[in-house]
């Protein structure tokens, strides 16, 4: 049992690990044995411009993604829970088939429908592709622990004095917090790696994937590790504000009444 | 004049075919407890979440501290409910859950803090103000939700089924206390609950129900002593019924049943029409004379705690539940001995069907 779990822990770190410590190779080699540390393989990435936009774009669409799909998904999930069976289903059914559409597809058909409607493709489209594709996923996220939400709450709510948007804001968002922001970070991680869909709606704009993609294309260098420990960095961030946000808001409910109690 | 605080008049509530409450004319008077009492599914919750604005009658009108309520959402009636499984934010503590009334009111700090506080001491939870509520218990659970439905001073208090999620060993003390808080607030309580000892313990008045109906309403000496049909009689405690047709003499009215006469109190019933003799356990005494109204063999013997009933098979079938009392001078008869039960007249409750 135990051996099962180091080897799946090794199985599933050691790559990291690896890529990690070669990004801070001295020399170009991907083997070992390794010969120093050294930080000239970020600084190479830094120095590409490519590298600089495609990783500013791939930030932009990342949040403006996470923030709409966000917003989406919420009142989506919420309506959810709220309607009648038969309406459910369908609704559920229809906003999860996109989960198991190929994103081949999703990209071919949205490159149509902005042909079509003109809308040049720009970062915008890469937006609007990539909140088609998250919602689902989002959508998901949440219905599962939004199923076992306690509408009593609300009514208990409702009872003490509270107005149904006072209800929302003081009780039910509260509450779906924490899922809410673990659907955001999905989306976010989502967005940040999509790749098959970006290509057909990116036209020149180019996100991080694409660009490593290039950079592959040619010969594997070492600047990819960088680029790798440079994204899972941003996801650890993003982790690490979650949790943060999380612990700052029952530290704060917790402080603004201490003083209280000692006069 | 009776102050009547909450009135339902003709309440009536469907759902497509199904009526859940059927008529319901009902008056709450200012500071009691009323309890409804009901087995489970008779539309007492029903009936609580009408007076709370969650559901509107289908027909019919309720009326709180003279104000017709038709129109008024949940959160402007001065009514508050404790839910059966306390519905207690879990995202916020202890203190939080209390003040928030109150800070929906928009209170000032200080007044917010002051009040809280009296509420905590007055559910005794005082050191438990910054606990977050899984951490606990189910009876302090409860009592949080108590000081948070009672902390903006309701009119009424509604109450659903409030010890059912509570330990059988709690359940009595917290009848206790909800009891002192009564006494200590003056608000009017609205209680619901299946179980009658509870009803009894705490009730002011007892509102029976039955099937979306009112069946009887009383104190809770009225609903235990003269229950008016074989459902309250059946309701309430243990009792024996024995069907049997009236008859009349010169000097006695009786009930004539397959176990001979059961001499009752006269209560102008009309000769020959068939009724049921409700008799309590307690209202027996045993005796092994030969006189006396119903004969038979003792069966069983249980002890139920400082209570002993005898369960005695007559000469025709039936099955009697008598008590002995440990205390009394009469000594428990054995098993398989031949005994009679005889009763006072006034001790026979008649009723129909
Ligand atoms: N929203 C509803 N739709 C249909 N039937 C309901 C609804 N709410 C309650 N009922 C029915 O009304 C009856 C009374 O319910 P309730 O008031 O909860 O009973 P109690 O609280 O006495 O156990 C039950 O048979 C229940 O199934
Ligand atoms: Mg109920």
Same mark, same amino acid.
């Given at each position: 049992?135990?051996?099962?779990?180091?080897?799946?822990?090794?199985?599933?770190?050691?790559?990291?690990?690896?890529?990690?410590?070669?990004?801070?190779?001295?020399?170009?080699?991907?083997?070992?044995?390794?010969?120093?540390?050294?930080?000239?393989?970020?600084?190479?990435?830094?120095?590409?411009?490519?590298?600089?936009?495609?990783?500013?774009?791939?930030?932009?669409?990342?949040?403006?993604?996470?923030?709409?799909?966000?917003?989406?998904?919420?009142?989506?999930?919420?309506?959810?829970?709220?309607?009648?069976?038969?309406?459910?289903?369908?609704?559920?059914?229809?906003?999860?088939?996109?989960?198991?559409?190929?994103?081949?597809?999703?990209?071919?058909?949205?490159?149509?429908?902005?042909?079509?409607?003109?809308?040049?493709?720009?970062?915008? #489209? =890469?937006?609007? /592709?990539?909140?088609?594709? @998250? +919602? $689902?996923? %989002?959508?998901?996220?949440?219905?599962? !622990?939004?199923?076992?939400?306690?509408?009593?709450?609300?009514?208990?709510?409702?009872?003490?004095?509270?107005?149904?948007?006072?209800?929302?804001?003081?009780?039910?968002?509260?509450?779906?917090?924490?899922?809410?922001?673990?659907?955001?970070?999905?989306?976010?991680?989502?967005?940040?790696?999509?790749?098959?869909? #970006? =290509?057909?709606? /990116?036209?020149?704009?180019? @996100? +991080? $994937?694409? %660009?490593?993609?290039?950079?592959?294309? !040619?010969?594997?260098?070492?600047?990819?590790?960088?680029?790798?420990?440079?994204?899972?960095?941003?996801?650890?961030?993003?982790?690490?504000?979650?949790?943060?946000?999380?612990?700052?808001?029952?530290?704060?409910?917790?402080?603004?009444?201490?003083?209280?109690?000692?006069? | 004049?009776?102050?009547?605080?909450?009135?339902?008049?003709?309440?009536?509530?469907?759902?497509?075919?199904?009526?859940?409450?059927?008529?319901?004319?009902?008056?709450?008077?200012?500071?009691?407890?009323?309890?409804?009492?009901?087995?489970?599914?008779?539309?007492?919750?029903?009936?609580?979440?009408?007076?709370?604005?969650?559901?509107?009658?289908?027909?019919?009108?309720?009326?709180?501290?003279?104000?017709?309520?038709?129109?008024?959402?949940?959160?402007?009636?001065?009514?508050?409910?404790?839910?059966?499984?306390?519905?207690?934010?879990?995202?916020?503590?202890?203190?939080?859950?209390?003040?928030?009334?109150?800070?929906?009111?928009?209170?000032?700090?200080?007044?917010?803090?002051?009040?809280?506080?009296?509420?905590?001491?007055?559910?005794?939870?005082?050191?438990?103000?910054?606990?977050?509520?899984?951490?606990?218990?189910?009876?302090?659970?409860?009592?949080?939700?108590?000081?948070?439905?009672?902390?903006?001073?309701?009119?009424?208090?509604?109450?659903?089924?409030?010890?059912?999620?509570?330990?059988?060993?709690?359940?009595?003390?917290?009848?206790?206390?909800?009891?002192?808080?009564?006494?200590?607030?003056?608000?009017?309580?609205?209680?619901?609950?299946?179980?009658?000892?509870?009803?009894?313990?705490?009730?002011?008045?007892?509102?029976?129900?039955?099937?979306?109906?009112?069946?009887?309403?009383?104190?809770?000496?009225?609903?235990?002593?003269?229950?008016?049909?074989?459902?309250?009689?059946?309701?309430?405690?243990?009792?024996?019924?024995?069907?049997?047709?009236?008859?009349?003499?010169?000097?006695?009215?009786?009930?004539?049943?397959?176990?001979?006469?059961?001499?009752?109190?006269?209560?102008?019933?009309?000769?020959?029409?068939?009724?049921?003799?409700?008799?309590?356990?307690?209202?027996?005494?045993?005796?092994?004379?030969?006189?006396?109204?119903?004969?038979?063999?003792?069966?069983?013997?249980?002890?139920?705690?400082?209570?002993?009933?005898?369960?005695?098979?007559?000469?025709?079938?039936?099955?009697?539940?008598?008590?002995?009392?440990?205390?009394?001078?009469?000594?428990?008869?054995?098993?398989?001995?031949?005994?009679?039960?005889?009763?006072?007249?006034?001790?026979?409750?008649?009723?129909?069907?």
């Amino acid at each position: 049992m135990r051996l099962y779990l180091t080897a799946f822990l090794l199985f599933l770190f050691g790559p990291i690990a690896v890529i990690v410590l070669f990004s801070f190779h001295s020399s170009p080699a991907l083997i070992f044995p390794f010969q120093g540390f050294s930080l000239q393989w970020y600084g190479k990435l830094f120095a590409n411009a490519a590298f600089r936009s495609s990783f500013w774009n791939s930030l932009q669409v990342g949040v403006a993604t996470t923030i709409i799909t966000t917003v989406l998904g919420s009142l989506t999930a919420l309506a959810l829970i709220r309607m009648g069976r038969r309406s459910k289903i369908v609704v559920e059914v229809l906003s999860l088939a996109p989960i198991g559409l190929p994103g081949l597809f999703l990209g071919v058909a949205l490159l149509t429908l902005f042909a079509r409607i003109g809308l040049p493709r720009s970062l915008v #489209t =890469i937006t609007i /592709g990539h909140v088609l594709f @998250t +919602l $689902p996923f %989002f959508v998901e996220a949440m219905r599962s !622990r939004i199923t076992y939400f306690d509408f009593t709450l609300e009514e208990a709510a409702r009872d003490l004095g509270a107005s149904p948007w006072q209800v929302f804001s003081r009780v039910t968002l509260p509450i779906l917090a924490p899922t809410i922001m673990g659907g955001a970070m999905l989306t976010f991680a989502l967005s940040f790696d999509e790749f098959i869909i #970006t =290509i057909f709606v /990116g036209g020149n704009d180019t @996100t +991080l $994937p694409l %660009f490593i993609w290039s950079l592959m294309r !040619r010969s594997i260098e070492p600047t990819i590790n960088a680029v790798s420990v440079i994204t899972l960095l941003l996801s650890l961030a993003a982790l690490a504000l979650a949790g943060l946000m999380l612990l700052a808001q029952r530290r704060r409910t917790a402080i603004a009444r201490t003083p209280l109690f000692e006069d | 004049m009776e102050d009547n605080f909450v009135e339902f008049h003709n309440v009536t509530k469907k759902w497509g075919d199904f009526v859940g409450l059927d008529g319901i004319n009902l008056k709450i008077r200012r500071g009691e407890i009323l309890t409804l009492l009901g087995p489970s599914g008779c539309g007492k919750s029903t009936l609580m979440r009408i007076a709370a604005g969650f559901e509107l009658p289908t027909t019919g009108d309720v009326i709180i501290d003279g104000r017709q309520m038709a129109d008024t959402p949940p959160e402007k009636r001065e009514v508050n409910m404790l839910f059966q499984r306390y519905a207690l934010f879990p995202h916020l503590d202890v203190f939080d859950n209390i003040a928030f009334p109150l800070r929906i009111q928009k209170r000032p700090k200080e007044e917010i803090r002051q009040r809280v506080e009296k509420m905590l001491e007055l559910v005794q939870l005082k050191e438990f103000s910054s606990r977050w509520i899984n951490e606990i218990s189910g009876g302090q659970a409860q009592r949080v939700a108590l000081a948070r439905a009672l902390i903006g001073q309701p009119k009424v208090l509604l109450l659903d089924e409030p010890l059912s999620a509570l330990d059988l060993k709690i359940r009595h003390h917290m009848l206790e206390e909800l009891k002192r808080i009564h006494r200590e607030t003056g608000t009017t309580f609205l209680y619901v609950t299946h179980d009658q000892d509870e009803a009894m313990i705490l009730s002011d008045r007892i509102v029976l129900m039955n099937a979306g109906q009112i069946v009887q309403m009383g104190t809770p000496d009225e609903m235990y002593g003269k229950p008016q049909s074989l459902f309250a009689a059946k309701f309430f405690g243990e009792t024996n019924i024995v069907e049997g047709k009236l008859v009349r003499s010169a000097d006695r009215c009786a009930v004539e049943t397959t176990d001979g006469l059961i001499t009752v109190e006269d209560k102008m019933i009309s000769e020959g029409s068939r009724v049921y003799a409700s008799i309590r356990p307690e209202a027996f005494v045993i005796s092994n004379h030969a006189e006396g109204n119903i004969r038979g063999i003792v069966e069983d013997i249980e002890n139920i705690g400082a209570r002993t009933v005898c369960r005695v098979r007559s000469g025709s079938g039936h099955a009697y539940r008598a008590q002995v009392f440990r205390t009394s001078a009469i000594s428990t008869p054995p098993i398989g001995a031949n005994v009679a039960l005889s009763c006072a007249p006034a001790d026979v409750v008649l009723v129909s069907q």
